[in-house]
């Protein structure tokens, strides 16, 4: 359980900030009321809980600098939010402070079909911009599964990725220029609507990522592409999981670059099965979903290739949908595993782990291992085409005997990644979840330059303290 001491600041302080806020922003928009302090104690990582003192609504960039300026003055922590979708504790209040909540500033400012842009505030949600762009014939790939609430601010701050990413990238390759406020007040600009722009050190980049320790973002100026004429998808089902991950490299040795390569294991499979009754072959060992967009021609011939693969690789039974409605229904196993896995226990921690794709079986059998050992009930699925893998555990949160499993099993499963070259995080983030496993995976050197980074951007250390090392 990460439940923070809270090292608060006093509440004669407190009130004395929340008058002053009150005068920069509006009254209705600083809010102390239990209703709130409750609501915003918490963000969609289970187990993580904080207390804030305060909960603020900016709604322009002057409102955002004005309360940094106040908060840096006092001392006061400040923790920027989105949606509060993040499954690291990324808005987890540990030394309470002010809530800095950005959804009041959501306005889609422009769609440039000249320039393949989108300039926006942070408070946009995802989906919006997705909807705006594609009635304008085009594309905005990043596309996180929480799409409908989260913001785009949250993504770049977190540098998501989605079912996209192998072939389109992920949130930082659609991040063409930032504005933010630095703690003290400071209103920078990086980068804008060029393609090509080397002044400077690219601080967009390293505030993609930055999961709210660097600055607020206040607009974002995001790259759009023409959107693909179709898509195709299929499924391979195959007895044993190495077979499955020597298809995904099989795949992508073919000369295809998957729009979509998704995979589950034998628990996903019959988890999603129970709940969503789509006929999946329970007894298979893994699933492989893949998929293509492009223009017709080339979405026939990767599809065969892909589907050749997989069957080389001893793929037990292979489906191509022939149209949109079956191709819903294929890819309705993916979106299912994490509503059937949850509906399975009271609580359901989703994990993300990165790791080179040529060793996606060696971890999957890893993860079941330490499922094995400690008794508990974990479904892998995932980018494999990323090497990218969600072990989901779902367990009793009254049992603290298996609470205390998990967190052991999860160290296991990160001290694994971390040993064949993966990552700890490879789009949830750290935020103060995977902080215990930060060093072990850059090094002490690392770690102590990103403080010193820090301290350039945020010399008070007010940005949301706790996360990312800081
Ligand atoms: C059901 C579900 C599915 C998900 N699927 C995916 C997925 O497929 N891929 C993926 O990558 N993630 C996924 N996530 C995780 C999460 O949705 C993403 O991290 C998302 O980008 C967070 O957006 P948010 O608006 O909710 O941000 P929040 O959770 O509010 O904040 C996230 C981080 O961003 C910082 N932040 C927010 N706004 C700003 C700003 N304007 N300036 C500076 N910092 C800011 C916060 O301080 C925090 O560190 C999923 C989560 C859920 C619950």
Same mark, same amino acid.
């Given at each position: 359980?990460?439940?923070?001491?809270?090292?608060?600041?006093?509440?004669?302080?407190?009130?004395? &900030?929340?008058?002053?806020?009150?005068?920069?922003?509006?009254? %209705?928009?600083?809010?102390?009321?239990?209703?709130?302090?409750?609501?915003? %104690?918490?963000?969609?990582?289970?187990?993580?809980?904080?207390?804030?003192?305060?909960?603020?609504?900016?709604?322009?960039?002057?409102?955002?600098?004005?309360?940094?300026?106040?908060?840096?003055?006092?001392?006061?922590?400040?923790?920027?939010?989105?949606?509060?979708?993040?499954?690291?504790?990324?808005? +987890?209040?540990?030394?309470?402070?002010?809530?800095?909540?950005?959804? @009041?500033?959501? @306005?889609?400012?422009?769609?440039?079909?000249?320039?393949?842009?989108?300039?926006?505030?942070?408070?946009?949600?995802?989906?919006?911009?997705?909807?705006?762009?594609?009635?304008?014939?085009?594309?905005?790939?990043?596309?996180?599964?929480?799409?409908?609430?989260?913001?785009?601010?949250?993504?770049?701050?977190?540098?998501?990725?989605? *079912? @996209? #990413?192998? $072939?389109?990238?992920?949130?930082?390759?659609?991040?063409?220029?930032?504005?933010?406020?630095?703690?003290?007040?400071?209103?920078?600009?990086?980068?804008?609507?060029?393609?090509?722009?080397?002044?400077?050190?690219?601080?967009?980049?390293?505030?993609?990522?930055?999961?709210?320790?660097?600055?607020?973002?206040?607009?974002?100026? *995001?790259?759009?592409?023409?959107?693909?004429?179709?898509?195709?998808?299929?499924?391979?089902?195959?007895?044993?999981?190495?077979?499955?991950?020597?298809?995904?490299?099989?795949? &992508?040795?073919?000369? +295809?670059?998957?729009?979509?390569?998704?995979?589950?294991?034998?628990?996903?499979?019959?988890?999603?099965?129970?709940? #969503?009754?789509?006929?999946?072959?329970?007894?298979?060992?893994?699933?492989?979903?893949?998929?293509?967009?492009?223009?017709?021609? %080339?979405?026939?011939?990767?599809?065969?290739?892909? #589907?050749?693969?997989?069957?080389?690789?001893?793929?037990?039974?292979?489906?191509?949908?022939?149209?949109?409605?079956?191709?819903?229904?294929? /890819?309705?196993?993916?979106?299912?595993?994490?509503?059937?896995?949850?509906?399975?226990?009271?609580?359901?921690?989703?994990?993300?782990?990165?790791?080179?794709?040529?060793?996606?079986?060696?971890?999957?059998?890893?993860?079941?291992?330490?499922?094995?050992?400690?008794?508990?009930?974990?479904?892998?699925?995932?980018?494999?085409?990323?090497?990218? *893998?969600?072990?989901?555990?779902?367990?009793?949160?009254?049992?603290?005997?298996?609470?205390?499993?998990?967190?052991? #099993?999860?160290?296991?499963?990160?001290?694994?990644?971390?040993?064949?070259?993966?990552?700890?995080?490879?789009?949830?983030?750290?935020?103060?979840? $995977?902080?215990?496993? /930060?060093? @072990?995976?850059?090094? %002490?050197?690392?770690?102590?330059?990103?403080?010193?980074? $820090?301290?350039?951007?945020?010399?008070?250390?007010?940005?949301?303290?706790?996360?990312?090392?800081?």
């Amino acid at each position: 359980m990460v439940v923070q001491e809270r090292v608060s600041p006093t509440p004669a302080l407190v009130q004395r &900030l929340r008058d002053r806020l009150r005068q920069a922003v509006g009254a %209705a928009n600083v809010r102390d009321d239990a209703g709130a302090l409750v609501t915003y %104690a918490t963000d969609s990582t289970p187990l993580a809980r904080g207390q804030p003192d305060l909960v603020v609504f900016p709604a322009t960039t002057d409102e955002v600098a004005s309360v940094l300026r106040l908060a840096d003055e006092a001392r006061m922590p400040v923790i920027p939010r989105g949606s509060g979708t993040n499954l690291s504790g990324g808005t +987890v209040p540990t030394r309470g402070g002010i809530v800095l909540v950005l959804t @009041r500033m959501n @306005r889609l400012l422009e769609i440039s079909e000249g320039d393949l842009v989108a300039v926006c505030e942070p408070g946009v949600r995802t989906i919006e911009l997705a909807e705006a762009a594609a009635a304008r014939g085009l594309l905005f790939p990043p596309d996180p599964g929480s799409h409908t609430t989260a913001t785009l601010g949250g993504n770049v701050a977190e540098c998501s990725g989605g *079912l @996209r #990413a192998l $072939k389109y990238g992920v949130t930082r390759d659609y991040v063409l220029g930032v504005q933010a406020v630095l703690a003290t007040g400071e209103v920078i600009r990086s980068g804008g609507r060029l393609v090509k722009d080397v002044a400077g050190y690219d601080l967009r980049r390293l505030l993609c990522g930055s999961e709210g320790t660097l600055a607020v973002m206040t607009e974002l100026t *995001l790259r759009l592409v023409p959107a693909p004429e179709s898509s195709g998808t299929g499924m391979a089902y195959f007895a044993d999981l190495a077979d499955a991950a020597r298809a995904v490299s099989r795949v &992508l040795a073919s000369g +295809v670059l998957p729009v979509t390569l998704e995979f589950l294991d034998q628990v996903c499979i019959g988890s999603v099965e129970d709940y #969503a009754r789509i006929g999946l072959n329970t007894d298979a060992g893994a699933l492989l979903i893949f998929g293509q967009d492009g223009d017709a021609h %080339a979405i026939e011939r990767d599809m065969r290739r892909m #589907a050749e693969a997989c069957a080389a690789e001893g793929a037990t039974d292979i489906r191509i949908a022939g149209s949109d409605a079956e191709a819903a229904e294929l /890819l309705e196993a993916r979106r299912a595993v994490l509503p059937s896995l949850s509906r399975l226990e009271p609580l359901t921690i989703l994990e993300d782990a990165t790791v080179p794709r040529s060793r996606i079986a060696e971890m999957v059998q890893h993860i079941q291992a330490v499922a094995r050992r400690h008794g508990l009930k974990i479904g892998t699925f995932g980018h494999a085409g990323d090497g990218n *893998l969600h072990p989901t555990v779902v367990l009793d949160p009254a049992d603290q005997h298996a609470v205390n499993s998990a967190h052991e #099993a999860f160290d296991e499963i990160f001290a694994k990644a971390i040993e064949l070259n993966g990552s700890i995080t490879g789009e949830h983030g750290v935020g103060i979840v $995977k902080l215990p496993h /930060l060093e @072990r995976q850059l090094g %002490a050197d690392h770690v102590a330059l990103l403080r010193r980074i $820090k301290a350039a951007f945020d010399p008070h250390g007010i940005l949301n303290p706790d996360k990312l090392g800081s």
